[in-house]
């Protein structure tokens, strides 16, 4: 996903204005790639979640309790949604 189109996607989900300003400019990957904070990405997932190309929510349950979520947000959690990025 190009910058602008992740722009106006984050813009539609009510993406906060630090998340907003930081994800300028970058394109999906390297937002996903760069990001430190876990709980974004996890904000994304979910509200992105079931739709076609993201996690379903049966999936993001799946995986967040696999991977123990409560020791990652704020760490960076970019393998749990890796293969919807790429």
Same mark, same amino acid.
Request: with cysteine; net charge negative.
């Given at each position: 996903?190009?910058?602008?189109?992740?722009?106006?996607?984050? @813009?539609?989900? !009510?993406? $906060? +204005? @630090?998340?907003?300003?930081?994800?300028? *400019?970058?394109?999906?990957?390297? #937002?996903?790639?760069? $990001?430190?904070? !876990?709980?974004?990405?996890?904000?994304? $997932?979910?509200?992105?979640?079931?739709? #076609?190309?993201?996690?379903?929510?049966?999936?993001?349950?799946?995986?967040?309790?696999?991977? *123990?979520?409560? @020791?990652? #947000?704020?760490? !960076?959690?970019? *393998?749990? $949604?890796? +293969?919807? #990025?790429?």
């Amino acid at each position: 996903m190009n910058p602008t189109h992740l722009a106006s996607l984050l @813009e539609t989900l !009510g993406a $906060c +204005e @630090e998340a907003l300003d930081w994800a300028k *400019g970058k394109s999906l990957h390297e #937002v996903w790639t760069s $990001c430190k904070r !876990g709980d974004w990405l996890m904000w994304l $997932c979910f509200k992105m979640q079931d739709k #076609v190309g993201w996690p379903t929510t049966t999936n993001m349950n799946s995986d967040s309790n696999e991977i *123990g979520l409560h @020791e990652t #947000v704020g760490h !960076g959690i970019a *393998g749990l $949604c890796d +293969e919807y #990025v790429y």
